[in-house]
């Protein structure tokens, strides 16, 4: 088992992506709620650009942070280039932030707030 926890931060990345790849299912969500709010996104854990890809593709500007530069490297590699200028990555720890923008809709997809502990949870919404 230590073979395999060491393994993990470097392929932990790549692992995710591929874990939810086929997954479509919540992009109307986001993408509904993206048309309810004027101005710009911003996505707390943006990962490898899932979300971020499908909003700057539909058209809208998007900003998104994660902790991880692997997944944001990710992020960059996926998103269209037709898209570049409507999207923005910085690394950022979601529980201490600032915010380079004013933004008409935050999101938090896959559970990610869900993810933090109470004292984490309220930095986040602190910041």
């Known amino acids: 088992m230590e073979g395999v926890n060491a393994l993990l931060p470097r392929d ?38 899932r979300f971020l890809g499908a909003l700057a593709s539909a058209g809208y500007r998007v900003t998104g942070i994660d902790h991880d530069a692997g997944m944001l ?32 809709l935050t999101i938090v997809p896959c559970n990610t707030f869900a993810n933090l502990g109470d004292a984490e949870a309220r930095s986040c919404l602190g910041a």
């Open 73 to 104: 490297a990710r992020a960059r590699l996926r998103m269209p280039l037709e898209t570049m200028a409507r999207w923005e990555l910085c690394q950022a720890d979601l529980r201490d932030f600032t915010l380079p923008h004013e933004y008409g």
């Open 12 to 49: 932990l990345p790549r692992l995710l992506e591929a874990h939810y790849a086929a997954f479509t299912e919540d992009l109307d969500l986001w993408l509904s709620l993206a048309a309810q709010h004027p101005g710009p996104i911003f996505e707390l854990g943006c990962g490898s650009g």
